[in-house]
């Protein structure tokens, strides 16, 4: 059974709250690692760690989900950072 939460993050430009929906799957396979995402209200590209199985996470309001990668993928993170003009 999947578990899940509402977790907020903060803009770093505006301070904005960014509304991340984690989930979780005990026993089973998680992806850990992180999306880049663009603020709804500042338009600032960033990236946030989410932690939990990222693949099935999503952004639930504040910002738009550009793309996400698994720490566990070696170069997944920089080439997603690359991939948005974060490097």
Same mark, same amino acid.
């Given at each position: ?8 993050? &903060? ?8 509304? /991340? #929906? ?5 026993? $089973?396979?998680?992806?850990? =690692? ?9 338009? &600032? ?8 199985? /990222? #693949? ?5 309001? $504040?910002?738009?989900?550009? =793309? ?20």
């Amino acid at each position: 059974m999947s578990e899940y939460s509402l977790d907020t993050y &903060t803009c770093e430009s505006c301070k904005c709250a960014i509304v /991340v #929906n984690c989930v979780w799957e005990p026993g $089973g396979m998680n992806d850990y =690692g992180g999306f880049i995402v663009q603020c709804r209200s500042c338009n &600032t590209i960033q990236e946030i760690y989410v932690g939990r199985d /990222v #693949n099935s996470s999503s952004i639930r309001s $504040g910002a738009i989900l550009l =793309g996400r990668y698994d720490r566990d993928l070696e170069g997944d993170r920089e080439t997603t950072r690359q991939r948005h003009g974060l490097d």
